[in-house]
């Protein structure tokens, strides 16, 4: 069975930066695709970044140029690095791994932009 653990998150001031990690287990890593998804207050759960298992990445508009996606398939890792952080991006992150059709998610970590 799949189980994802999201970790990384904090309060950070406007301009910071954070690293967002997750750990994946029970799966063979290196096949699926994987993502980062963040879930504002009163809003629906969002994609910020996917990263195929050839290491192809897309990203959402309001996160390109700032966020980067990344993998270590030896370590069944995927991270988020965040930079230039803006207070819109507060939220919850949550990692996904997609195994068509299923989803699975992690718990979400909480990340809050603010001065």
């Known amino acids: 069975q799949v189980r994802l653990v999201e970790s990384g998150g904090g309060l950070v001031q406007p301009g910071g930066s954070l690293r967002l990690s997750c750990a994946a287990s029970?799966?063979?890593?290196?096949?699926?695709?994987m993502g980062w998804y963040r879930q504002a207050p009163g809003k629906q759960r969002e994609l910020v970044a996917r990263?195929?298992?050839?290491?192809?990445?897309n990203y959402a508009d309001s996160v390109k140029g700032r966020f980067t996606i990344s993998r270590d398939n030896a370590k069944k890792m995927v991270y988020l690095q965040m930079n230039s952080l803006k207070p819109e991006d507060t939220a919850v992150y949550y990692c996904a791994l997609y195994e068509v059709p299923v989803t699975y998610w992690g718990q979400g970590t909480q990340v809050t932009v603010s001065s």
């Open positions: 990263i195929t298992s050839s290491g192809s990445t």
């Open positions: 029970g799966s063979i890593f290196s096949i699926y695709n």
